[in-house]
């Protein structure tokens, strides 16, 4: 039987393209809150012996979790053989370790509660620090969908003589890989963070970017901070205004009105995170990843039949 793909809200058209792409059932289900702001969900469409997959987003994820956790239950709960994760953005990846006295480690406790519920997950670029590999940390089968591809093909298209240019040492891992797909040149600054909104970003050498539009390219556009600075110094080193271009382009607060004022010139995000500057479709390359684990574990035994 075909897979049901549902919608978390604000997930409709991924849920769509989903489902077109993987020849599955665009799943009905009601997600609201009760006046006293707790949540009820419905799974409307049947899904006894199918694969359940839900698409949910999980930038500002405290508001999300709660429902997207029950969706997943109520599925379970009404016969799915599988119940599947599409996060393109996934949350608590930054405290990955104990850092003071007292601290929740929120990356395992986040990764213990994911795969409680889940069976599969697929995500795009998460941003791992000291956790190497996601599958292990969470436990059960994950694939990660790149959105280099997307974005070199987007530069290719829309911006002439390109530099890429990453933020720090970080971006160099996606940075190096969409100037080798769009065929232009790359180089990585070197970044302090000295707080929660400050940094300092070197000053790159003006000679190697001469002649070219500076493309600045990174995996998380948060506070803006990391990107402001590094906008700042280009100009300051006469550069013209920078392509600006996150892969998830969360935006807290006003970042992206600083991001602008500091001189930024077109500012485009991938559709992982929604806003304004979505740009960049990535549905492609997470419907592939999805289609790629669906298939691996359909030979399995579900963990129904397992437990049985
Ligand atoms: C850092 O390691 C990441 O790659 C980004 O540079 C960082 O998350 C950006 O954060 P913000 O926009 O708050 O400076």
Not at 274 to 281: D, R, V, W
Request: overall charge negative; glycine content about 6%; proline content about 7%.
């Amino acid at each position: 039987m075909s897979p049901v793909v549902f919608a978390m809200p604000g997930n409709d058209a991924l849920a769509t393209a989903l489902a077109a792409r993987l020849g599955a059932e665009k799943g009905a289900c009601t997600v609201r809150r009760f006046p006293d702001g707790e949540s009820y969900v419905r799974v409307e469409t049947a899904v006894q012996g199918r694969d359940a997959v839900l698409a949910c987003t999980l930038d500002r994820p405290d508001d999300r979790i709660a429902p997207l956790l029950f969706l997943a239950s109520a599925a379970r709960d009404f016969g799915a053989v599988r119940v599947g994760l599409v996060a393109p953005y996934l949350a608590y990846l930054r405290q990955d370790a104990r850092f003071s006295p007292g601290e929740c480690v929120s990356a395992h406790v986040f990764a213990r509660w994911i795969a409680l519920h889940f069976d599969w997950l697929v995500t795009m670029d998460p941003h791992l620090h000291r956790i190497p590999d996601l599958e292990p940390a969470y436990g059960i089968p994950v694939r990660v969908a790149h959105a280099a591809p997307a974005i070199a093909a987007w530069l290719r298209e829309n911006v002439a003589e390109p530099v890429l240019i990453g933020p720090d040492m970080e971006s160099s891992q996606w940075v190096d890989e969409v100037a080798r797909l769009a065929g232009a040149p790359s180089i990585v600054l070197e970044k302090k963070r000295r707080g929660d909104r400050e940094v300092v970003v070197s000053v790159p050498d003006p000679g190697k970017l001469a002649g070219r539009t500076p493309v600045l390219v990174d995996d998380i556009v948060s506070t803006a901070r990391t990107m402001i600075e590094a906008v700042r110094h280009l100009r300051a080193a006469g550069l013209p205004a920078p392509v600006c271009v996150a892969v998830h382009g969360i935006f807290a607060g006003d970042a992206f009105e600083a991001l602008r004022a500091a001189g930024a010139g077109r500012i485009a995000s991938c559709d992982t995170v929604a806003h304004p500057s979505n740009i960049i479709a990535v549905d492609t390359a997470v419907a592939a990843s999805v289609a790629d684990v669906l298939n691996a574990i359909s030979s399995r035994p579900s963990g129904n039949e397992a437990a049985e």
